[in-house]
């Protein structure tokens, strides 16, 4: 079982950058693939990017494609995503997931994955 710890969120005006860390328990961190998804009030949750286990592939949703980088660090049992050029359709909770998988092809749906954070709230002003 693994524990997911989100940090960095916050407000930031559009135009400017922000970068998420997941702190992630657990001694097979690198085993795992991870993932982040963002849900906006009113709206449904949403896959922004993912990375496989070794970092084998990525892969982003269209909207952010560009803008957002995401990366992880197995010695540190972290993944983190670098946000810049943000928008205000940006705003929305942020979380990490996390599934145990050697897989090398990304996961994009929600329910491909066991384990979540609690979330780090992402505002962009215009």
């Known amino acids: 079982q693994v524990q997911l710890v989100e940090s960095g969120g916050g407000l930031v005006q559009a135009g400017g950058s922000l970068r998420l860390s997941c702190a992630a328990s657990?001694?097979?961190?690198?085993?795992?693939?991870m993932a982040w998804f963002r849900q906006a009030p009113g709206k449904e949750r949403e896959f922004v990017a993912a990375?496989?286990?070794?970092?084998?592939?990525?892969d982003y949703a269209d909207s952010v494609k560009g803008r957002f980088t995401i990366s992880r660090d197995d010695a540190k049992n972290t993944v983190s995503l670098q946000m810049n050029s943000l928008k205000p359709e940006d705003t929305a909770v942020y979380c990490c997931?996390?599934?145990?998988?050697?897989?090398?092809?990304?996961?994009?749906?929600?329910?491909?994955?066991?384990?979540w954070g609690q979330g780090t709230q992402v505002t962009v002003s215009s």
């Open positions: 657990g001694r097979t961190f690198s085993n795992y693939a």
């Open positions: 997931a996390a599934r145990r998988t050697f897989a090398i092809a990304t996961m994009k749906s929600w329910e491909d994955y066991d384990y």
């Open positions: 990375i496989t286990w070794r970092s084998l592939n990525t």
